[in-house]
């Protein structure tokens, strides 16, 4: 498994700490960024990210700000992505099992480290369920076919 990683300056620093997580675990990834703490804007990276994991070069992604609401915004716009904002273990369960995400969003700022390090090994564990959730995933993708 190759995830892609990226964060804005809120969470540049919960992003070094999943880098040392996926080191444990033996999780390549590649770091999309920011690699400082300097202010940036969160579109930048997401967006980095989101397509890095639409064009099948990874399996999945992990975005991080300040909420994880921006880069899920950010991450849902590029086709082919189903970004989850998780602020708890149960969350990242269901956002795999139910909907097949595919980006993690994570709120820099809303969460401890050992917590969010709980989140990401629940969410990467976590296969998708199938069954009567595949046809909802389907419809998702049909949505992104339709014109305005
Ligand atoms: C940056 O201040 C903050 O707005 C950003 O990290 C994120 O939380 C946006 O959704």
Avoid at 12 to 37: C, M, P, Q, R, V
Avoid at 80 to 97: F, H, M, N, Q, T
């Amino acid at each position: 498994m190759k995830i892609a990683i990226g964060a804005d300056h809120a969470g540049y620093l919960l992003k070094e700490e999943l880098k040392k997580w996926l080191e444990e675990w033996n999780i390549s990834y590649h770091d999309f960024g920011t690699y400082s703490a300097e202010r940036t804007d969160y579109p930048d990276y997401g967006v980095l990210v989101a397509r890095a994991v639409a064009r099948g070069g990874f399996e999945k992604g992990i975005l991080i700000c300040g909420t994880g609401i921006g880069m899920s915004i950010v991450a849902n716009k590029v086709k082919g992505i189903r970004a989850a904002v998780c602020r708890d273990p149960y969350e990242a369960k269901l956002s795999r099992e139910h909907n097949d995400a595919n980006i993690l969003a994570l709120g820099g700022r809303i969460l401890g480290y050992d917590l969010a390090k709980e989140i990401v090994r629940v969410w990467l564990n976590t296969d998708f369920a199938g069954g009567r959730h595949k046809l909802r995933v389907q419809k998702i993708s049909m949505i992104e076919e339709e014109e305005l």
